[in-house]
């Protein structure tokens, strides 16, 4: 895909797909990487199973690590991967930044309507105003199982990015029942399907979805083995500043840490290095998880 198309599919969407970013020997590498992290092979999660209740909510042979690209230095050639670096740029521009907001899953799959962003409220809080300056984030996820072995496809509301000047009442209704249906998700694992208006993606090895983090998406229920690995990039102003304190400071459950010096070093010579970041624990109308899902995260973490 050109670069122009893109970048209209990015604005007017919300995201764009990239079909093979990966060659085949990186799919074996990150693959070979993860298992051995996760402690859960491929086989493992092909022979469980992952059509059961707990495995089609993720929840069973599923590991999932916040910051885990940042923290693990086998996945920093992710990074600054060219291919990957190459298109970032090419919707982002000049002035390209690392955004510390990553994640490993094995075996897990978000499956409920959801944003990646810091407002989570459609319209509502700092994420939502452009007018003193662009929303330019951008959320990096690429898959390394073959939607024949999982079943994984990700669903994309198309536009939910979008700040409106004026919401109508279809558009909050419709909010609403993504809210509802989210909420829902963990009982009725096809639930999130009925969203008629979702575009839904079926993932190859090495394919990579860059999205706004502000669109609703949410992933589907597996079968089988998953393999994921999210990042993200942006242009430094007050919205990147918030998004990075949010993630290191706010969502204290996540666990997220100080980039190490031989990352930062790394990334100063890709041109990837943010600035200093101001620091502070606050951020208008930031979404923050029901209590009992925080304390399920931390001792998760905590197990990890
Ligand atoms: O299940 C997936 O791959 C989507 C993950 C996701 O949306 C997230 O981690 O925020
Ligand atoms: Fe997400």
């Known amino acids: ?25 990186e799919v074996g590498y990150f693959t070979g990487k993860l298992e051995a992290l996760s402690g859960i092979s491929r086989q493992v999660m092909a022979a469980s199973n992952k059509g059961g209740k707990l495995g089609q909510r993720g929840l ?75 929303y330019r984030l951008l959320r990096v996820g690429i898959y390394l199982q073959s939607y024949a072995e999982s079943g994984f496809r990700l669903g994309f509301i198309p ?11 279809g558009r909050r209704l419709q909010e609403a029942r993504l809210k509802w249906v989210g909420a829902m998700s963990y009982l009725f694992v096809r639930l999130q399907e009925w969203a008629s208006q979702a575009e839904w993606v079926a993932t190859e090895p090495g394919d990579c979805l860059i999205f706004d983090p502000r669109i ?7 079968t089988g083995p998953k393999f994921s690995m999210f990042l993200a990039y942006g242009i430094e102003n007050r919205h990147f500043y918030n998004h990075v304190n949010y993630y290191r400071r706010m969502r204290q459950e996540l666990g997220y840490d100080d980039l190490s010096p031989a990352l930062a070093e790394k990334l100063q010579t890709a ?16 979404w923050s998880p029901p209590p009992l899902v925080k304390r399920l995260v931390k001792r998760g973490l905590n197990r990890a």
Request: overall charge negative; cysteine-free.
């Open 1 to 25: 895909m050109d670069i122009q198309t893109m970048r209209r599919d990015l604005r007017d969407k919300g995201f764009v797909v990239i079909r093979g970013l990966l060659t085949q020997e």
């Open 60 to 134: 069973e042979n599923s590991w999932s690590t916040p910051d885990g690209v940042t923290k693990n230095p086998d996945f920093w050639p992710l990074i600054t991967h060219e291919r990957l670096v190459t298109a970032v740029r090419g919707l982002l521009g000049e002035g390209t930044r690392f955004l510390q907001h990553t994640d490993l899953h094995v075996g897990f799959s978000a499956i409920s309507w959801h944003r990646d962003n810091v407002n989570r409220d459609f319209g509502k809080g700092p994420d939502w105003d452009e007018r003193d300056a662009p």
């Open 159 to 169: 536009g939910t990015h979008r700040p409106l000047p004026q919401i109508t009442l």
């Open 216 to 222: 609703l998406h949410s992933g589907s229920y597996i």
């Open 271 to 286: 041109d990837l290095l943010p600035g200093p970041v101001p620091v502070y624990d606050h951020v208008e109308g930031a």
